[in-house]
C-alpha cells in the first residue's frame, strides 16, 4: 500500500523522516534549501512513491538521488544536473529508476514514475492517435446514416465533412476527460523568493498600448502609479511600450501635443520616485512606419513588434524604431540587468505576489530555457503564464483589480492543457526571460502575418503554467464586444493553420522546418475544428429536419449545447423541488444552474457565431492567400465597447442573421418535412428571436456583477 503524505502547506505537519530531510538539504547545487514548499513537499513525495514501487526504505532511494547528483557535481555539469530534484522530478529521473531497479509497468505506474516531459510526450501522442480514431469513429457513424435522400456518395462524402467537426468536439471531450483522470498534479520547481533574482538583476513590468490623445496619457499615468503603488520593491521598472494611432499620413497635427505630455508625464514621476538605481518609469515610443500589407501608416507588427523590440533594446542585438525614449534606460542597465520582462495588457491586472511566483518559477534551474545551436528549446520554459480570474466591468479601476479583502477571489480558469504538458501562452498578461527569447522569437516568424501571436510565439518559446499566480481581466460588458474580440481571435486561429504544416516561412522569407512540436501543431488544428463546430451544427440541424424522417435523436446528438442542457436540468429541477441544501450541495446546484443557463444561450445565439465563425474563415482565406492585406487589423478593445448598440432597434439590425437563419429553416421544414416541425419550433424561434434575448442580457446580464 503506497505511503500517503498530507499535502498541508507547512513543514511543521509535512515533516518526513529526519534522514530523508537530512539527504535532502546535503543537495550538492544548495538549491533543496533555497526552494519554496510546495517544491520540497514535491521532492519528498517523490521519494516515497519510488520507495513504495521499488519495495526499498526511503533513506535509500534518497541516497541514490543524492549520489547521482554528486557525480554530476564532481565532472562540473550543468547546475540543473547538479541539483536532487533533476533526479527525483526531472529528465534524470530514468537513471534514478534503473539505480533502484523500478519496473515501469504501463499506465498509472509509468505515469507515476518517468519524467514529466517523457509523460507529456506520450500523453500527446496517446491523445492525438485517441481523438483521431475517435473522430473518424462519430464521423462515420453520423454519416452512415440510411435516409433515401442520401443516395449518392457525393452526399454522404458532404455529410461526413460536415460532420467531422461536430466528431471531433465529442471525440476531444472524451480524451481530455481521460487525459484528466489520469494526470497527476504538475508543480513547477519554485525558489523562495529572496533568491528569485541575482543582486544585479531587475524586471521590467510593461504595458503595450496606443496613445491617441492627452487624456489617455493621463489614464496611462494613473496606471503608472497604481504599479508603483503595488510593486514598491526597488527591482521592479516600469514602462510604457507606445504608439500612434494607424493614420494615412507618416506625421498627424496632433503628435507633438500627445509625446509632448508623455515626456512631461514620464519626466515628473522619474523626478518624484527615482532611487539608487536610476529612473523607475519609462517610455518607449515609436514611429509609424508604412505598412504595404495595412495600407496604412503603423507602428511595426504592432504589439509583437514593440516587445520585439523591446528585446533587442535590452540585449543590444538589431535595429529598433523606438524614436523617443523617456528615461535613462542606459543608465540602468549600467547599473543592473533586465533579466526579465512582465507585459499585461491594460485591461489586466497582476499583482506583486503572483509576480513574485512568476519570478521564482523562472529562476528556477531545472525551468530555466536550454537553448540548442539550432535555437531550438531542449528543456524548461522562456514564458511563464499566469492562471486567469474574470472579474466583473468595472471591476479594474486604473489597471488595478478593485478586491475587497475577504470577499473572495473569482474562480481562475485552470489550463486546459497542463496535462499533456502543453503551456498555452494567452495574452492576459506574463513573464519571459529576455535572453530566451529574443533568441527564439527575433527571427522565427514573417511580417504582417501572425495576428494571434502569443499563442504560437508561447509554442516555440515553450510555456510555462504557473500554478498559484493569477492576473484578474474584466469581463466584456456587451455580448457584442465579447464576439468582436472573438472574431479576432478567430481570424488569427484560422491564420495559424499555416504552422500545422510540417515547414513553414520564416522573418527572411525562407521555408524552414517547422519550429513546433506535434502536439501544438495538433492544437492549432484542433482550434480550428473547434470553433468549425458551431456552424457545423447549424447545417447539420437544417438537413436534419428537411431530410430525416425523425429528428428527435438527431437534434439532440448533433447540438451540443442541447446534450448539455437535458443533462443538466433534471439535477437543477431536483434540487429546486428538495428546497434548500447543505453549502457543498448550493455550490454545486449553482454551478448546474450555471451550466443549465450558459446552454441556453448558446442554442440561442448558436446562428449568430456560426455566422462569425464563417466570417472569420472567409477574411482570412481571403487575405491569406487573395489579397494578402489586412492580416494583422484588429480593432482595439476601447473602440468595440464604444461600437455597442445602445437601442432595441440597433440589436435587430446588428443580428439579423440569426433571424433569417431561424425563419429560412422554419419555412424550409414546413414545406419539405411538415412531420419534423414541432421538432425544429423550439430551436428556430429561438433563432429568430435571438436579437431581443441579446438586447436584455447586455443590460441585466454581461453588464451586470
Known amino acids: 500500500m503506497r505511503r500517503k503524505l498530507c499535502l498541508r502547506d507547512t513543514d511543521e505537519t509535512c515533516t518526513p523522516s529526519d534522514a530523508v530531510e537530512e539527504l535532502l538539504k546535503r543537495d550538492p547545487a544548495g538549491l533543496y534549501l533555497k526552494s519554496d514548499v510546495p517544491t520540497r513537499r514535491a521532492y519528498r513525495e517523490r521519494i516515497f512513491a519510488l520507495a513504495s514501487r521499488a519495495r526499498q526504505p526511503a533513506q535509500t532511494v534518497g541516497k541514490l538521488a543524492l549520489d547521482a547528483s554528486i557525480r554530476a557535481a564532481e565532472r562540473k555539469d550543468a547546475i540543473a544536473r547538479t541539483h536532487i530534484g533533476y533526479y527525483l522530478v526531472d529528465e534524470g529521473l530514468h537513471e534514478l529508476m534503473r539505480a533502484l531497479g523500478v519496473r515501469q509497468r504501463f499506465l498509472r505506474g509509468v505515469l507515476h514514475t518517468i519524467t514529466p516531459r517523457d509523460r507529456a510526450r506520450m500523453a500527446c501522442l496517446l491523445y492525438m492517435w485517441g481523438v483521431s480514431l475517435l473522430t473518424a469513429l462519430f464521423a462515420a457513424v453520423i454519416g452512415a446514416v440510411e435516409d433515401e ?15 467531422t467537426p461536430l466528431a471531433y468536439t465529442y471525440a476531444s471531450l472524451c480524451m481530455r476527460t481521460l487525459a484528466r483522470k489520469r494526470a497527476l498534479p504538475r508543480v513547477l520547481p519554485a525558489l523562495l523568493r529572496e533568491y528569485a533574482l541575482a543582486e544585479q538583476e531587475c524586471v521590467m513590468i510593461v504595458i503595450p498600448t496606443i496613445i491617441a490623445s492627452k487624456a489617455r496619457v493621463r489614464e496611462l499615468g494613473d496606471m503608472l502609479l497604481e504599479l508603483l503603488r503595488a510593486y514598491p520593491d526597488r527591482v521592479f521598472r516600469f514602462g510604457l511600450l507606445s504608439d500612434f494611432e494607424d493614420a494615412a499620413v507618416e506625421r498627424m497635427p496632433s503628435d507633438d501635443t500627445i509625446l509632448e505630455a508623455a515626456r512631461t508625464l514620464i519626466d515628473g514621476l522619474n523626478q518624484h520616485h527615482r532611487d539608487s538605481l536610476g529612473d523607475r518609469f519609462f517610455l518607449f515610443h515609436r514611429h509609424r512606419a508604412w ?38 534606460i542606459a543608465g540602468l542597465m549600467r547599473r543592473c540587468e533586465i533579466a526579465y520582462v512582465v507585459s499585461r495588457d491594460e485591461a489586466s491586472w497582476i499583482g506583486s505576489d503572483s509576480t513574485w511566483r512568476l519570478l521564482c518559477a523562472a529562476a528556477h534551474p531545472l525551468n530555466r530555457a536550454v537553448i540548442d545551436d539550432t535555437n531550438s528549446v531542449i528543456r524548461g520554459y522562456a514564458i511563464f503564464q499566469p492562471g486567469l480570474s474574470v472579474l466583473s466591468p468595472g471591476a479594474l479601476l486604473h489597471g488595478k483589480a478593485a478586491i475587497e479583502p475577504g470577499s473572495g477571489c473569482p474562480a481562475v480558469v485552470q489550463f486546459p492543457f497542463d496535462p499533456l504538458g502543453l503551456g498555452i501562452h494567452r495574452s492576459w498578461a506574463a513573464l519571459y526571460d529576455v535572453e530566451s527569447c529574443s533568441r527564439l522569437l527575433d527571427d522565427a516568424f514573417p511580417d504582417d502575418v501572425v495576428l494571434h501571436h502569443d499563442l504560437i510565439e508561447g509554442f516555440v518559446a515553450h ?127 449553482w454551478e448546474v444552474a ?15 457565431e456560426a455566422v462569425v465563425v464563417l466570417d472569420a474563415l472567409g477574411r482570412a482565406t481571403w487575405r491569406l492567400f487573395v489579397s494578402r492585406k489586412h492580416q494583422i487589423a484588429w480593432t482595439t478593445n476601447r473602440s468595440l465597447q464604444a461600437a455597442t448598440p445602445r437601442d432595441h432597434v440597433a440589436y435587430w439590425m446588428r443580428y439579423w442573421q440569426s433571424s433569417a437563419i431561424g425563419i429560412t429553416a422554419f419555412v424550409a421544414t414546413c414545406i419539405c418535412r411538415p412531420a419534423n416541425v414541432t421538432g425544429a419550433i423550439p430551436i428556430t424561434f429561438a433563432w429568430m428571436i435571438a436579437p431581443a434575448v441579446l438586447y436584455y442580457a447586455d443590460r441585466f446580464v454581461f453588464a451586470g456583477d
Request: hydrophobic share 50%; with cysteine; net charge positive.
Open 149 to 163: 435522400r442520401l443516395a449518392t456518395v457525393g452526399g454522404w462524402i458532404a455529410l461526413v465533412f460536415l460532420s
Open 291 to 328: 505598412s504595404a500589407a495595412q495600407g496604412v501608416w503603423s507602428g511595426w507588427e504592432r504589439k509583437r513588434g514593440k516587445l520585439i523590440e523591446l528585446n533587442r533594446l535590452l540585449t543590444g542585438r538589431g535595429p529598433i524604431s523606438f524614436q523617443w525614449i523617456v528615461g535613462d
Open 463 to 589: 510555456t510555462g503554467e504557473v500554478n498559484g499566480a493569477v492576473v484578474y481581466q474584466e469581463r466584456a460588458q456587451s455580448y457584442l464586444a465579447r464576439l468582436s474580440r472573438g472574431h479576432r481571435w478567430l481570424r488569427g486561429s484560422f491564420q495559424l493553420l499555416l504552422w500545422s504544416l510540417p515547414y513553414a516561412r520564416n522573418a527572411r522569407g525562407f521555408r524552414v522546418r517547422n519550429p513546433l512540436e506535434p502536439m501544438a501543431r495538433f492544437y492549432l488544428v484542433e482550434l480550428a475544428l473547434r470553433e468549425m463546430q458551431k456552424p457545423a451544427t447549424v447545417a447539420l440541424l437544417i438537413w436534419g429536419w428537411l431530410f430525416r424522417p425523425s429528428t428527435m435523436l438527431w437534434t439532440i446528438a448533433v447540438c451540443p449545447p442541447l446534450m448539455i442542457l437535458l443533462v443538466a436540468l433534471p439535477s437543477l429541477l431536483y434540487w429546486r423541488t428538495v428546497g434548500a441544501s447543505p453549502s457543498p450541495r448550493s455550490s454545486a446546484r
Open 594 to 608: 450555471g451550466q443549465v443557463f450558459a446552454a441556453v444561450f448558446g442554442i440561442v445565439v448558436l446562428a449568430i
